[in-house]
């Protein structure tokens, strides 16, 4: 399968209690796990209809307290991208690195303070589903120097940039070659100062409400919504250990999709 440079990838999240991530994610978006690899730090991977889907696994030594959904972007040379990483004021956190035959990652950030991974694939090709109950849907670059970040992206990765028209918001979508990869959302000071910038990831559900009250009730938190859009019936949840992903039901929509304008 050719590779889609740029584009979303592949998502995984580290937690202290990966029983319990196990558990709530089950739970919540329908998940079945594979068995640990104990040669890869107990990576397990998840499945929605028998299809990978994502990955969770124990934190490293020193970053118990930091659960977090880590979005990677497509590469076909991985070197390459972290050279352009550095050029355009990015930091190198994890240097690329030989995943077996399963691929390479690198793990970077952006100036703004945006932290995400690159992989290119090997025999892992990332997502085995998108956009179906349980798995990934959509993700946005939320920053609080939204200049910084979208100069970084466009840059790194080519993005051409659409901004759209409709609400309060400063927002963009990134688009490579003919597809929308990713959405850009200024922060404001609507957005406790603790809240880091950050890569917010979407999985899709068959019912928003739902899925919410299955969260919460597994000690789960609403950030944001519920809300229905052109673009499907969201909410955005902290896990129990504190890990922030969204859930959309893109078969509930309300109102006319917004106009976009091209930035120069």
Request: net charge negative.
């Amino acid at each position: 399968m050719a590779v889609q440079e740029s584009t979303p990838i592949w998502a995984d999240a580290m937690f202290a209690d990966l029983e319990g991530a196990k558990s709530f994610y089950g739970d919540v978006l329908g998940w079945t796990f594979g068995e640990s690899a104990t040669e890869f730090g107990n990576y397990t991977e998840a499945r929605a209809g028998g299809k990978a889907v994502a990955a969770v696994v124990p934190p490293m030594p020193g970053a118990e307290d930091q659960s977090a959904w880590c979005l990677y972007l497509a590469t076909t040379d991985t070197a390459a991208t972290v050279a352009r990483v550095r050029e355009h004021g990015g930091e190198v956190l994890m240097e690329p690195m030989r995943v077996s035959d399963f691929g390479t990652m690198a793990l970077v950030r952006d100036p703004s303070g945006v932290a995400f991974g690159l992989w290119e694939p090997g025999s892992h090709q990332g997502f085995e589903a998108t956009g179906v109950p349980g798995a990934y849907c959509w993700a946005e670059i939320y920053t609080r120097e939204p200049a910084k970040a979208d100069a970084f992206f466009t840059g790194v990765f080519g993005y051409r940039p659409r901004r759209m028209e409709s609400g309060p918001y400063d927002f963009l979508l990134f688009d490579a070659g003919d597809t929308t990869v990713l959405g850009r959302m200024a922060m404001t000071d609507d957005f406790p100062a603790e809240v880091p910038p950050h890569i917010n990831v979407y999985f899709t559900v068959e019912d928003c409400d739902a899925a919410i009250d299955r969260a919460t009730a597994r000690g789960g938190v609403v950030r944001f919504g519920p809300m229905s859009s052109p673009f499907g019936r969201f909410a955005t949840l902290s896990d129990p250990q504190g890990a922030v992903f969204s859930v959309i039901d893109v078969t509930t929509t309300e109102g006319e999709m917004p106009e976009t304008t091209p930035v120069e």
